[in-house]
């Protein structure tokens, strides 16, 4: 199956910005991802305390940095997404909550130029699946890396594989059968043809292993939970 392109994620979450408003309908499919984001955001904190700058890659509509602000108060944000309706949106309930300068940048992090700005902390909350081959995997990694000051962090709460393809396998069914729970056999199929066209995870081991090749000091392991985990680097 071709993959969505990144016009076609684009105009998808155009259209549900209502839905990404709100963590508990946004996240249905996710498991634990309040746990998750409760989690990254209080590691960033124990890493950065006296953090001023916060990247928040693939916003949506600001979630995750609203988590963060409820940790360190006043933090200056930039927020980065594809769509300007969850851009908007995200800003709007930000600009809320900090007196720290907000910036927003619509587009795709792997091409927008931060002009030589760096940040004590990043958070990518279910965004980096969208990624394709190894090289844009590299790429992208290396450029969160160096988007930190040093002694920063990326913190990271995502839809992951595993290595070994039998233990792919039963996870995945233990997926399924958490979303036939949900919604019933149609809403894990519904859920899976979605994956399946537009979302392309590594596993965790893939992405810590990619965090040591381009730089990292050190890697975290939050939480994982089937096919979900939260994890991070320190610069």
Same mark, same amino acid.
């Given at each position: 199956?071709?993959?969505?392109?990144? &016009?076609?994620?684009?105009?998808?979450?155009?259209?549900?910005?209502?839905?990404?408003?709100?963590?508990?309908?946004?996240?249905?499919?996710?498991?634990?991802? @309040?746990?998750?984001?409760?989690?990254?955001? @209080?590691?960033?904190?124990? +890493?950065?305390?006296?953090?001023?700058?916060?990247? !928040?890659?693939?916003?949506?509509?600001?979630?995750?940095?609203?988590?963060?602000?409820?940790?360190?108060?006043?933090?200056?944000?930039?927020?980065?997404?594809?769509?300007?309706?969850?851009?908007?949106?995200?800003? @709007?309930?930000?600009?809320? &909550?900090?007196?720290? @300068?907000?910036?927003?940048?619509?587009?795709?992090?792997?091409? +927008?130029?931060?002009?030589? &700005?760096?940040?004590?902390?990043?958070?990518?909350?279910?965004?980096?699946?969208?990624?394709?081959?190894?090289?844009?995997?590299?790429?992208?990694?290396?450029?969160?890396?160096?988007?930190?000051?040093?002694?920063?962090?990326?913190?990271?709460?995502?839809?992951?594989?595993? !290595?070994?393809?039998?233990?792919?396998?039963?996870?995945?069914?233990?997926?399924?059968?958490?979303?036939?729970?949900?919604?019933?056999?149609?809403?894990?199929?519904?859920?899976?043809?979605?994956?399946?066209?537009?979302?392309?995870?590594?596993?965790?081991?893939?992405?810590?292993?990619?965090?040591?090749?381009?730089?990292?000091?050190?890697?975290?392991?939050?939480?994982?939970?089937?096919?979900?985990?939260?994890?991070?680097?320190?610069?």
């Amino acid at each position: 199956m071709q993959k969505s392109t990144t &016009q076609e994620i684009k105009e998808r979450f155009d259209n549900d910005v209502e839905r990404f408003s709100n963590l508990h309908t946004g996240q249905v499919s996710t498991i634990d991802a @309040e746990i998750s984001l409760e989690l990254i955001t @209080e590691a960033a904190k124990g +890493i950065k305390p006296n953090a001023k700058q916060v990247l !928040d890659v693939g916003c949506g509509a600001g979630n995750y940095t609203l988590k963060m602000l409820t940790k360190i108060p006043n933090l200056n944000c930039t927020l980065v997404d594809l769509s300007e309706p969850m851009l908007n949106r995200a800003k @709007e309930r930000v600009s809320q &909550q900090t007196t720290g @300068e907000i910036r927003t940048l619509q587009g795709d992090i792997r091409s +927008i130029d931060f002009a030589g &700005q760096t940040f004590d902390i990043i958070l990518a909350g279910a965004v980096l699946h969208h990624l394709r081959d190894d090289e844009d995997w590299d790429t992208t990694f290396q450029k969160l890396f160096s988007l930190l000051n040093d002694g920063g962090c990326l913190f990271i709460s995502d839809l992951v594989t595993q !290595d070994t393809e039998a233990i792919n396998q039963l996870i995945w069914g233990k997926y399924g059968d958490y979303l036939e729970g949900i919604g019933g056999k149609d809403y894990r199929q519904k859920v899976f043809e979605y994956i399946e066209k537009e979302d392309s995870p590594r596993s965790l081991n893939y992405q810590l292993d990619l965090m040591k090749k381009v730089g990292f000091r050190q890697t975290e392991i939050l939480h994982k939970n089937m096919c979900f985990a939260a994890f991070g680097g320190i610069k």
